[in-house]
Every structure is written in structure tokens, then in C-alpha cells.
Antibody, heavy 120, light 111 residues
Framework: EVQMVESGGGLVQPGGSLRLSCAAS????????MNWVRQAPGTGLEWVSY????????YYADSVKGRFTISRDNAKNLLYLQMNSLRAEDTAVYHC?????????????WGKGTTVTVSS | QSVLTQPPSASGTPGQRVTISCSGS????????IYWYQQLPGTAPRLLIF???QRPSGVPDRFSGSKSGTSASLAISGLQSEDEADYYC????????????FGGGTKLTVL
């Protein structure tokens, strides 16, 4: 079964850090590019970051640039999102989503998400 | 403020045809494909339409997409109660550093 499972969310104070993980299974992880997409409570989808299959090209939303780092371990079928200098407005459910090569908005498989709450 | 503009709500009765619009600019919809996602309450989004008007396997042909210039539309014909969900458009934006942009979402209510 093709699936992705996020983990690593939790409660963190403003200014703190978290690292999210996304475990992929059931497909050739190295053949796909990956996104992180978040959804704050009661709001719409917000794209966060995108990484190509080899990790050679990376893109970030302006709202997280300089604070978040996306990476992947193709040997372990894992995608990561290192989040530093967290702010209240980063509170959201974070989903990893599989994308086709060269087609970042084509997200055909999504994880259920992990919840990040930034609060003192 | 989302880069792509959608109406916040739409509604229809069972069997009716409804459309949801998505407006952008030359750097996104005007020069790239449009994608549509459906999000049922409490679930992850699901890809509904890709590359303007293509349906992934398993998506009923009641759902169709179109694009013209810097605008796009999602049409749902033969509306069913299970279509009640949030719908999002998305596209690649060729701006300064490249990014994926989403619409703010449209909540579809089946009356």
C-alpha cells in the first residue's frame, strides 16, 4: 500500500525548534519529488517547501525561508522538515505530499499530517 | 491573502451542476497548469484534477476542469451529497524564486 506517515509534531514555545519526519512506503521514494504543505486551524492549504528526488533543488515559501529546512534520506525513505525560530503563526497540521518529477503542484499521495502547536 | 483567488463558498442541490472559479496571474495560471484538490472534513486533501483538465484514476467524470488565460474553473455535474467539501486550486508560480501557490479554498455545500 502506498502511504506516507508524518511524525514529530507537538507543542513548542515561540522561538523553539522541531523536526518533522515523513516515512514513505509502498513506492519508489527515490523516483518522486516531495512537498510539505500545512493547514492552520480553520484555514486553507499553504504550501511550505518542495525538494526534488535527488535533493539538488529546493524551494521554500517566503513565510518560512531562512527558518525551515527541507531534506530527505533516500536510503531510508524519509523526508524531513527542520523548523527553527518557530512562531505562533506556524501552528498548523503539516502534511507531506508526493509530487511527480518536474511537477510540484501534482500531489497525488498525502499523509494524514502531524500537528505543530507553537505557544507559550 | 492567497495568490490564487477563489470564492469562499458555493452551493447547489443534488443533481445540479456547480462551478468554482480560480483567478490568478500571468506568472501562475497564465503560464502553468492548474490543479484542483478536494478536502473532505477531517481528511487530507485529494488530487481531483491535474494539468488543467485531467482526472486521476478513480475520480468520477462528473468532475471536470478548464482554464482560460489567467483563470480556471472546476465544474461538478450531477451534484451528490458526498461532494460537500472544501475545494482548492493550485499552480506553480514562476515568480522570483518559484513556488507552489494555492487558492484560499471554496466550501461547497450541497443543500
Amino acid at each position: 500500500e502506498v502511504q506516507m506517515v508524518e511524525s514529530g509534531g507537538g507543542l513548542v514555545q515561540p522561538g523553539g525548534s522541531l523536526r518533522l519526519s515523513c516515512a514513505a512506503s509502498g513506492f519508489a521514494f527515490t523516483s518522486y519529488e516531495m512537498n510539505w504543505v500545512r493547514q492552520a486551524p480553520g484555514t486553507g492549504l499553504e504550501w511550505v517547501s518542495y525538494i526534488t528526488s535527488s535533493g539538488s533543488h529546493i524551494y521554500y515559501a517566503d513565510s518560512v525561508k531562512g527558518r525551515f529546512t527541507i531534506s530527505r534520506d533516500n536510503a531510508k525513505n524519509l523526508l524531513y522538515l527542520q523548523m527553527n525560530s518557530l512562531r505562533a503563526e506556524d501552528t498548523a497540521v503539516y502534511h507531506c505530499a508526493r509530487a511527480l518529477t518536474g511537477d510540484p503542484p501534482y500531489m497525488d499521495v498525502w499523509g494524514k499530517g502531524t500537528t505543530v502547536t507553537v505557544s507559550s | 491573502q492567497s495568490v490564487l483567488t477563489q470564492p469562499p463558498s458555493a452551493s447547489g442541490t443534488p443533481g445540479q451542476r456547480v462551478t468554482i472559479s480560480c483567478s490568478g496571474s500571468s506568472s501562475n495560471i497564465g503560464s502553468n497548469y492548474i490543479y484542483w484538490y478536494q478536502q473532505l472534513p477531517g481528511t487530507a486533501p485529494r488530487l481531483l484534477i491535474f494539468k488543467n483538465n485531467q482526472r486521476p484514476s478513480g475520480v468520477p467524470d462528473r468532475f471536470s476542469g478548464s482554464k482560460s488565460g489567467t483563470s480556471a474553473s472546476l465544474a461538478i455535474s450531477g451534484l451528490q451529497s458526498e461532494d460537500e467539501a472544501d475545494y482548492y486550486c493550485a499552480a506553480w508560480d514562476d515568480g522570483l524564486s518559484g513556488r507552489v501557490v494555492f487558492g484560499g479554498g471554496t466550501k461547497l455545500t450541497v443543500l
